[in-house]
């Protein structure tokens, strides 16, 4: 195993995860003391981990078509859309 990409992607995903609005909810449900907070980590944890096999799948796809630089390319810029517009709204 490539222990090195590894934990890069360990620390991207897992800083983009943090107080994010997934994080929230999970935080919501998991305060309510009706619910059994086993059931809200499976739930969670599960959900994560299909759209983490989502994207692996759509990823591999489109690699298929298009550059790797040009993905990368792409996707940061998106981020930094996405940080311009968050900043601009708040």
Do not use: P
Request: with cysteine.
């Amino acid at each position: 195993m490539d222990t090195k990409l590894f934990a890069t992607i360990f620390a991207t995903v897992f800083l983009a995860e943090i107080a994010d609005k997934t994080q929230i909810a999970t935080i919501l449900y998991a305060s309510n003391t009706q619910h059994n907070k086993l059931v809200v980590f499976l739930g969670s944890a599960l959900a994560l981990c299909l759209a983490s096999a989502i994207a692996v799948f759509a990823g591999s796809m489109l690699s298929q078509w298009i550059n790797g630089k040009v993905m990368s390319r792409v996707a940061g810029s998106l981020f930094i859309i996405v940080g311009i517009w968050t900043f601009l709204k708040a």
